[in-house]
């Protein structure tokens, strides 16, 4: 089993930054992937980006250029660093993470953080 807590989210003015961590506790090891998904008010949950173990990274259009996914894993920490926040990126974020012994796209997932944008 893997636990995810995330943390950072919070409210910010359009133009802001905010970072958002999820660390991982557990069979740590079983991890080879990791992503940050989001869900607004009435819509479904979507992908934001996503890392894998060797630090591959995949991100959605809507946030290229201006959200970065990184990982420690000494700290055994992932996270969303975002830039040049917009309304629409106003959501519940979510990590998530795939155990390579179960496979699948994600099998376990963080309580959520919330972003607010202000406009």
């Known amino acids: 089993q893997v636990q995810l807590v995330e943390s950072g989210g919070g409210l910010v003015q359009a133009g802001g930054s905010l970072r958002l961590s999820c660390a991982a506790s557990g069979s740590i090891s079983s991890i080879n992937g990791m992503g940050w998904y989001r869900q607004a008010p009435g819509k479904q949950r979507e992908l934001v980006a996503r890392i894998t173990s060797r630090g591959t990274t995949n991100y959605a259009e809507s946030v290229k250029g201006r959200f970065t996914i990184s990982r420690d894993n000494a700290k055994n920490t992932m996270y969303l660093q975002m830039n040049s926040l917009k309304p629409e990126d106003t959501a519940a974020y979510y990590c998530?993470?795939?155990?390579?012994?179960?496979?699948?796209?994600?099998?376990?997932w963080g309580q959520g953080t919330q972003v607010t944008v202000s406009s």
């Open positions: 998530a993470a795939r155990d390579r012994t179960i496979g699948g796209l994600f099998n376990y």
